[in-house]
């Protein structure tokens, strides 16, 4: 295994910080009716406190808290999703 640069080293560390925004974002949302989207959101509902002390870090960074650099990430997400959505049937 190759070690990372230190810019993939962050990137990484973006990807993982919105990730974990939009699933605290969205976690009360996940309501299914197959057994698997329960044990989902349960399991998501576990992570729910790393996640919030995680982007509390990260949001006090000046850096971070002085724009909207996570928060147009996840918008640039939702707006892919939302523009290429196709149901599965």
Known sequence: MSKLSPKQEAQICHTITVLMSLLADYTDEIKGFEPISNQFRERAEELLPVCEELLTKVYGFSEISSSTYLTDLSNK?????????????
């Open 77 to 89: 997400i939702d707006s892919v999703i939302r523009n290429n959505f196709q149901r599965i049937t």
